[in-house]
C-alpha cells in the first residue's frame, strides 16, 4: 500500500474514532463528528472513509452481534491499528511544527 | 426497541447497493435514524432517512464502481472480489440448471428438441439469407454502380437493352457517369487440350470492367483503345473458374496463347471472381466499337458507375435529358426513354428476395412456436415444482434469486437447444446445398458461419429469457405458506396459470396456421404451373446442343448449313428416332428474342399497343418434334429462306390477334414493329406453347425458317424412345462422321428443363412446407401436452365424476371440449392472420389468390383433425382413471 498523506475528512473520521476510545461503528463515529464539528456529516462518506481506511491499514474491523434492542444483523466495529496510530501522530506533530513556525502562533 | 425505518427507502437502497456491503450500511442508517426519531420525531426522521437512504446509495454505487469494493479485507477473504463471485455464482445456477435438466431427462429431451427445430431451421434460413441477400457485391462501392435500361413508356417496355447506336451515344453524351460499359455473350468452341468443347465468351467494352471496379488478379484487363474500331479483337481474359478448372491457377498463361474457333486469342489477364457479370462467363474478350451502328435492335445490356457525388436523381435527370434528345433527333429512337436501376437486382431478383424474406418470416413464426410450446412446458412444471421455489422462498432467498434459477435452467435449455439446433443447421445446409436448383446466385456458397453462430446465439438467449421468464415471474413468491401446504396438489390456485397456457396453446395454432397457409398456398400454386396447359409435349423428348462454328463468310456459310442438313437427314433415317429438329434457343428460358408486330396495313389492327412476340429460327419438323398442331398452312421446307422475303409460322393466338375468324395463310404480318420493320408472309399457323415460362401466357410467337442460315449452336429437340445414355453417343458418332471437330454437349430431357424452370419455386415451397410441417408437429405437441398435464392435474376430479355416476363418454366430451377451445380459437386468429399476411406472398402464387379458400379450408380442417386426435389421446387416458385408487388417495 504506498504511502499517502491522510486527507482531511479522512483524519477527522480517524480523530473521531480516537475519541470513541479507538474504536466504534458507522452511527457513533457519524454522530462524533457531527456534534464536535457542528456540521452535518454524511453517513455515506464516513461509511465509505472507515472502509477505505481499513484497505490502507489504518483500521481494522471486526463483526459483532447485535445488542439486545439493537436490530440489524450486527455492526462492523472499527479499531484504530498501530499504523493509524502513528499516521495520526505524524500528522499531529507536523501541524503544530506549521504552526510553532508561523508568526500567527500566537494567534490563538 | 428500535423502530423500523421507511421500509420502501429501505427496499429501493437494496436495489443499488453493493451485495457485500448492504447489510452494513442499512445497519448504520438505521441507528442514526433511530437517534433521530427519539430526538425529533418520526416527521423529521423519516424525510431524513429518505433524503440519506438514496444519498448513500449513489455514493455507495460510485464508490463500488470507481475504487472497487468496499467489504472489509477479512470479509472478503470468504466471499472474494465481487464480480468472481458473481460468475461463480452464475455457474453455480447453470449447474443447478443441468442438474434439474439431467433430473427429468424426458423433459428436457422434448424442450431441447422443441428449441433445436426452431433454432436450427431459423439458422439454416439465417445462412441462406445471409449468403444470398446480405453479402455486399463483390465490387467497391457497390452503391454507385447502376443498370441502364432503354424504356418504351408508350408500348408499356421499361426495361429493355440498348441499341449499338444508343449506346454509344449515350457514352459520349452523358455527363454523371465514371464509366459505362456493356457485354455480349457468345457461346464459342474452345479446343483445350482434350475434345472441344463449348464455352461461355463475352465481349466487353473498356468501360465495362472499369465500372466495376475490377482489379485483375494477373495482368490486366482491357484499356483504353483496345474497343476502338480496328483494335485487335482477338485478346482473351479469363474468369477465375476458368482459369482455375483449365490451367491450375497458372500464372504464367498470361501472354501465351489459346485457340477459340479456330483462332488464336492472346490471354492478357485473369478476373478475380465476382458474382455477377465476372462468374458468367468463362472468357472476356474485347467489344469493338462497330463501324455501322444500328439503332433499331435492342441487345446491350448496359451497367455504369456513377461519378463519384453524382446522385441517382441527378443522373436520372441527365440521362432523361438524352433520351428526349435521341428521341427528337432519331425516327428510330422515337419514344425513347432511358431507366437507371439499382444494383440491388444483382444481389437478387425481386421475386427469390421476397421468397426469401416470406422464408424469414416463416422461420421467425417458428421460433416463435418453439418458444410458447417451451414456455407452456416450463409453466406446467412450474406448477408441479411450487413446492420447491415455496421452500427456496421460506428458506430466505430473494425473489430474485428465484427467477434467476429459473432463468439458468431454461438457460441450460436454450443453451442446448442452439447447440443441438446449430448441429441441425450444419445438416440442412449441406442438404440445402445439394437441393441447389440453379437460379438462387450464392446458394452454393452458404454455411453456417460466425453470423450465423451469433444470431443462433441471440436467438437463444432471446428464447430462453422469454420463455423462462413467464414461469418464473409466475412462481408462487408471495403466498408461500399455502404453496408449501399444498405443493403439487393445489388446483384452484393454478387457475390462471391454466388459463394462460390455454392462451398460449391458441397461438401456437394461430402461428401454425399462417405457415400452413402459407406452404398451402405455394404447394397449390406449384400444383398449378405444372398442370398449367404447356401446348407443347415433354415425354421421351431430348435436347442437345451442337457447337456448329459460326460461320463469318459465304462460303463457309453454304458449307455449315449443309452439315446441319446432312445431319438431320441421317438422324431421322435412324429408326429408333421418331423426329428431330433444330431450334436457336431452347424453350423455358425465362426469356428469349422477341420483336414487335402487327398486321401490314392496317396499324390499327392491334390499337395504339405493339404486340410483342418472341421469335425462334427453327428447322422443319420442329413443331412435329414438339408435339405442337400445325393448324393451318404448312410447315417450312428447305426452300423457305431465312432473310428477305421473309416466310414465317406464327403460333394461333398471332393469328387470331391479327386476324379473328379469317385465315391468316397468304397474309402479311410485319415484322419487328417500331424497330426497323420488315414484312413477312405466313405461311402456316401453329398451336400456342408457353415458350418463355410456364407462369407466362402462351407466348405470341413468329418462327422462322433455318434454311439458308447457321445456327451457333444449335439446339437439336429428338423425339425418341431411346434414352440418354444411348443417345447422345449415337448423336456424337453421327457427328464425327461428318466433322469430327464439332462438339455435342448440354444434353437434357424436356422434362428436365421444365423442372429446372419451376426449381426456384419447387425450392421456396419445400422449404415452406417443411417449416409448416415441423410448426403443425410442435402445434400439436404443445396441444397435446397441455391437455394431458390438465387431465393429470383433474385425475381424482374425473375419477369423482365417474363414481358418482357420469358416463365415459360426457367425460371424453367434457376433456375435448376443453382441449379444442384453444384450438378453435387460434383457428379463427389464425386464419384472420393469414389472410392478412398472405398478400404479401401474391407475387410467389401462380393461379391463386392469397385470400384461395380451399387452401384455407383444407389447412383449417388438416389443423382441427390433428387436434382432435392430439386431444382424443390424453382425453382417453381421462377415462381410464382408476375410481377407487384415486379416491382412496384423497
Known amino acids: 500500500m504506498p504511502q499517502r498523506a491522510l486527507g482531511e475528512f479522512e483524519h477527522y473520521v480517524l480523530l473521531a474514532l480516537l475519541s470513541l476510545g479507538g474504536r466504534g461503528h458507522g452511527a457513533p463515529v457519524v454522530e462524533a463528528l457531527q456534534s464536535t464539528t457542528g456540521r452535518a456529516v454524511s453517513p455515506a462518506a464516513v461509511f465509505i472513509a472507515l472502509r477505505r481506511l481499513e484497505q490502507r491499514g489504518l483500521t481494522r474491523s471486526s463483526k459483532r452481534d447485535p445488542r439486545p434492542g439493537e436490530g440489524g444483523r450486527g455492526r462492523r466495529v472499527f479499531q484504530l491499528t498501530p499504523v493509524g496510530m502513528a499516521k495520526l501522530r505524524d500528522a499531529r506533530r507536523t501541524l503544530e511544527r506549521l504552526w510553532s513556525s508561523s508568526p500567527a502562533s500566537d494567534l490563538t | ?890
Open chain 2, 1 to 890: 426497541m428500535s423502530a423500523q425505518p421507511p421500509r420502501l427507502a429501505t427496499r429501493l437502497f437494496g436495489v443499488f447497493v453493493p451485495s457485500d456491503v448492504r447489510e452494513e450500511a442499512l445497519d448504520d442508517l438505521a441507528d442514526l435514524y433511530n437517534a433521530r426519531l427519539t430526538s425529533m420525531g418520526r416527521a423529521a426522521a423519516d424525510p431524513w432517512y429518505w433524503r440519506q437512504s438514496l444519498g448513500f446509495a449513489v455514493r455507495l454505487r460510485f464508490a463500488h464502481t470507481f475504487g472497487g469494493s468496499l467489504a472489509s479485507p477479512t470479509q472478503r477473504c470468504t466471499s472474494g472480489p465481487p464480480r468472481e463471485k458473481t460468475m461463480r455464482l452464475l455457474l453455480a445456477d447453470l449447474r443447478h440448471g443441468a442438474r434439474s435438466a439431467l433430473r427429468s431427462r424426458g423433459f428436457a429431451a422434448i424442450a431441447v428438441l422443441t428449441l433445436a427445430l426452431g433454432i436450427g431451421a431459423s439458422a439454416s434460413i439465417f445462412s441462406v439469407v445471409r449468403s444470398v441477400l446480405l453479402r455486399p457485391l463483390p465490387f467497391p462501392e457497390p452503391e454507385r454502380l447502376v443498370d441502364v435500361f432503354e424504356t418504351r413508356p408508350e408500348r408499356n417496355m421499361f426495361e429493355i437493352s440498348f441499341t449499338y447506336a444508343n449506346f454509344y451515344d449515350v457514352l459520349e453524351m452523358n455527363r454523371s457517369f465514371q464509366s459505362l460499359g456493356t457485354i455480349r455473350w457468345r457461346s464459342m468452341t474452345f479446343l483445350g487440350d482434350k475434345e472441344p468443347t463449348r464455352i461461355s465468351v463475352a465481349a466487353t467494352t473498356v468501360g465495362f470492367f472499369r465500372a466495376l471496379g475490377v482489379a485483375p488478379v494477373v495482368g490486366r484487363v482491357f484499356t483504353d483503345g483496345e474497343d476502338k474500331p480496328g483494335a485487335d479483337p482477338r485478346l482473351a481474359v479469363l474468369s477465375h473458374a476458368f482459369w482455375t478448372s483449365r490451367f491450375g491457377q497458372d500464372r504464367a498463361i498470361v501472354g501465351r496463347s489459346i485457340t477459340l474457333e479456330g483462332e488464336a486469342y492472346r490471354v492478357i489477364g485473369v478476373l478475380p471472381p465476382g458474382r455477377p457479370w465476372l462468374d458468367a462467363g468463362d472468357i472476356f474478350t474485347p467489344f469493338i466499337r462497330p463501324s455501322q451502328l444500328d439503332r433499331t435492335s435492342w441487345e446491350l445490356p448496359v451497367i455504369g458507375r456513377l461519378a463519384p457525388g453524382v446522385t441517382l436523381e441527378a443522373a436520372r435527370a441527365d440521362i432523361q435529358r438524352i433520351a428526349t434528345r435521341l428521341s427528337e433527333q432519331y425516327p428510330d429512337a422515337k419514344g425513347m426513354g432511358i431507366r437507371l436501376g439499382t444494383s440491388d437486382s444483382w444481389v437478387a431478383s425481386d421475386s427469390l428476395r421476397r421468397a426469401l424474406w416470406v422464408l424469414v418470416g416463416a422461420v421467425g413464426f417458428l421460433v416463435l412456436i418453439s418458444c410458447v410450446n417451451l414456455a407452456n412446458m416450463l409453466l406446467a412444471r412450474s406448477t408441479t415444482r411450487a413446492r420447491e421455489h415455496a421452500l427456496r422462498a421460506a428458506l430466505g432467498a430473494p425473489r430474485a434469486r428465484v427467477v434467476q434459477l429459473a432463468l439458468a435452467e431454461s438457460l441450460v435449455l436454450g443453451l442446448l437447444g442452439a447447440a443441438v439446433g446449430l448441429a441441425l443447421s450444419f445438416g440442412v445446409v449441406r442438404v440445402l446445398r445439394s437441393l441447389n436448383p440453379g437460379g438462387i446466385p450464392n446458394l452454393a456458397e452458404t454455411q453456417v458461419d460466425g453470423w450465423v453462430l451469433l444470431v443462433t446465439l441471440g436467438v437463444a438467449l432471446l428464447t430462453s429469457v422469454a420463455t423462462g421468464l413467464v414461469p418464473a415471474l409466475r412462481a408462487p413468491y408471495h403466498d408461500v405458506v399455502s404453496a408449501l401446504r399444498e405443493g403439487e396438489r393445489s388446483v384452484a390456485g393454478h387457475h390462471r396459470a391454466g388459463r394462460l397456457r390455454h392462451a398460449l396453446v391458441a397461438v401456437e395454432v394461430a402461428l401454425s396456421i399462417v405457415l400452413l397457409v402459407g406452404a398451402g398456398l405455394l404447394v397449390r400454386s406449384f400444383g398449378r404451373v405444372l398442370g398449367v396447359d404447356r401446348g407443347f409435349a415433354t415425354e421421351n423428348r431430348v435436347m442437345v446442343s451442337i457447337g456448329f462454328t459460326a460461320a463469318p463468310s459465304d462460303s463457309q456459310q453454304a458449307r455449315a448449313a449443309q452439315l446441319l442438313a446432312d445431319f438431320l437427314s441421317r438422324l431421322r433415317s435412324t429408326p429408333q428416332i421418331t423426329s428431330a429438329a433444330v431450334v436457336h434457343i431452347r424453350p423455358l428460358q425465362g426469356a428469349g428474342t422477341g420483336m414487335g408486330f402487327g398486321a401490314a396495313g392496317r396499324p390499327d389492327a392491334t390499337g395504339k399497343e405493339i404486340p410483342w412476340a418472341g421469335w425462334r429460327i427453327v428447322s422443319n419438323d420442329y413443331f412435329k418434334t414438339l408435339g405442337l398442331p400445325l393448324i393451318a398452312g404448312r410447315d417450312f421446307n428447305e426452300r423457305d429462306r431465312l432473310g428477305e422475303p421473309w416466310k414465317v409460322i406464327v403460333s394461333k393466338r398471332v393469328a387470331e390477334l391479327l386476324w379473328p375468324g379469317n385465315d391468316a395463310i397468304g397474309r402479311r404480318l410485319v415484322l419487328w414493329k417500331g424497330q426497323g420493320e420488315s414484312q413477312g408472309e405466313v405461311i402456316g399457323v401453329v398451336g400456342d406453347m408457353r415458350d418463355w415460362d410456364l407462369t407466362d401466357d402462351a407466348t405470341y410467337s413468329v418462327y422462322f425458317p433455318v434454311y439458308g442460315s447457321t445456327l451457333s449452336p444449335a439446339n437439336l429437340v429428338v423425339h425418341t424412345g431411346l434414352s440418354m445414355a444411348t443417345l447422345v453417343p449415337m448423336l456424337r458418332s453421327v457427328l464425327a462422321e461428318l466433322d469430327p471437330t464439332v462438339p455435342v454437349f448440354g444434353a437434357t430431357t424436356l422434362d428436365e428443363i421444365v423442372g429446372d424452370s419451376v426449381a426456384a419455386r419447387r425450392f421456396t415451397m419445400l422449404l415452406l412446407a417443411a417449416l409448416a410441417v415441423i410448426a403443425l408437429v410442435l402445434a400439436l405437441a404443445g396441444i397435446y401436452g397441455v391437455l394431458s398435464y390438465v387431465v393429470s392435474r383433474r385425475r381424482s376430479e374425473m375419477g369423482l365424476r365417474i363414481a358418482l355416476g357420469a358416463s365415459g363418454r360426457s367425460v371424453l366430451r367434457l376433456v375435448m371440449l376443453q382441449g379444442m377451445r384453444p384450438v378453435v380459437m387460434g383457428l379463427v386468429v389464425g386464419i384472420a392472420g393469414a389472410l392478412a399476411l398472405s398478400r404479401f406472398m401474391t407475387s410467389l402464387l401462380f393461379g391463386l389468390t392469397p385470400a384461395d379458400w380451399p387452401t384455407y379450408a383444407a389447412v383449417a380442417a388438416l389443423l382441427a383433425g390433428a387436434a382432435v386426435l392430439a386431444c382424443y389421446v390424453p382425453a382417453r387416458d381421462a377415462l381410464r382413471v382408476d375410481v377407487t385408487a384415486t379416491l382412496r388417495d384423497e
